[in-house]
């Protein structure tokens, strides 16, 4: 007998994989438009004056975030990446300019280096495999974004967007006591508030 949560990931992943390069190129550019939007609506409600933004470096067929790293560091919001330094350990996140070159991490990903200064996010985009109405994100199987909200939302108040394409929608992603909710999902279609 499978895992629901294996076979969920691999046919919403399965899906993803699907999407045509100029739809790839046109969520991107829908995604930048969406966020440049949000993230200074959340940033007056939530009043503060200087948030630290988290968005995830692309990697495979995510929904490219570049654009929209660009279209925030444009508009003066202090960007970082997540750098993962552990398997199965929160996050941490480093400060990112457009144009700063970028290291391979111990897990083959794009970082920025250990010379560049580590802060808690107040806003965070999220990769995620599959999501659900309800907030609920299923991811790749490791549980970082789901100990990182965690850890992050004991310190702080936070807000967590998770970002995909609409093709990656479940009914229902299984959850467990330890999953943590986005507060939104951004896909090239819509902003989906979770009741």
């Given at each position: 007998m499978?895992d629901?949560?294996?076979?969920?990931?691999?046919?919403?992943?399965?899906?993803?994989?699907?999407?045509?390069?100029?739809?790839a190129?046109?969520?991107?550019?829908?995604?930048?438009?969406?966020?440049?939007?949000?993230?200074?609506?959340?940033?007056?409600?939530?009043?503060?004056?200087?948030?630290?933004?988290?968005?995830?470096?692309?990697i495979?067929?995510?929904?490219?975030?570049?654009?929209?790293?660009e279209?925030?560091?444009?508009?003066?919001?202090?960007?970082?990446?997540?750098?993962m330094?552990?398997?199965?350990?929160?996050?941490?996140?480093?400060?990112?300019?457009?144009g700063?070159?970028?290291?391979?991490?111990?897990?083959?990903?794009?970082?920025?280096?250990d010379?560049?200064?580590?802060?808690?996010?107040?806003?965070?985009?999220?990769?995620?495999?599959?999501?659900?109405?309800r907030?609920?994100?299923?991811?790749?199987?490791?549980?970082?974004?789901?100990?990182?909200?965690?850890?992050?939302?004991?310190?702080?108040?936070?807000?967590?967007?998770g970002?995909?394409?609409?093709?990656?929608e479940?009914?229902h992603?299984?959850?467990?006591?330890?999953?943590?909710?986005?507060?939104?999902?951004?896909?090239?279609?819509?902003?989906?508030?979770?009741?």
């Amino acid at each position: 007998m499978t895992d629901p949560k294996t076979d969920l990931r691999r046919h919403a992943l399965a899906r993803r994989d699907l999407v045509t390069p100029q739809e790839a190129h046109d969520a991107a550019a829908a995604i930048a438009r969406t966020g440049r939007a949000l993230v200074p609506e959340l940033t007056e409600k939530s009043g503060l004056t200087a948030p630290v933004v988290s968005v995830y470096w692309p990697i495979r067929s995510e929904l490219n975030t570049r654009p929209l790293i660009e279209a925030l560091a444009a508009q003066g919001f202090r960007v970082t990446l997540p750098v993962m330094h552990k398997v199965r350990h929160p996050l941490i996140f480093r400060d990112f300019t457009p144009g700063d070159d970028l290291v391979k991490g111990p897990y083959g990903l794009s970082e920025p280096a250990d010379d560049r200064t580590a802060r808690d996010p107040d806003i965070l985009f999220s990769p995620l495999a599959a999501f659900d109405r309800r907030g609920f994100r299923l991811g790749y199987g490791g549980g970082i974004y789901d100990a990182t909200l965690s850890q992050l939302r004991a310190r702080k108040a936070i807000v967590a967007i998770g970002v995909a394409y609409a093709c990656q929608e479940a009914d229902h992603v299984p959850t467990e006591p330890h999953d943590q909710r986005l507060d939104y999902l951004m896909t090239e279609r819509e902003t989906i508030i979770p009741a």
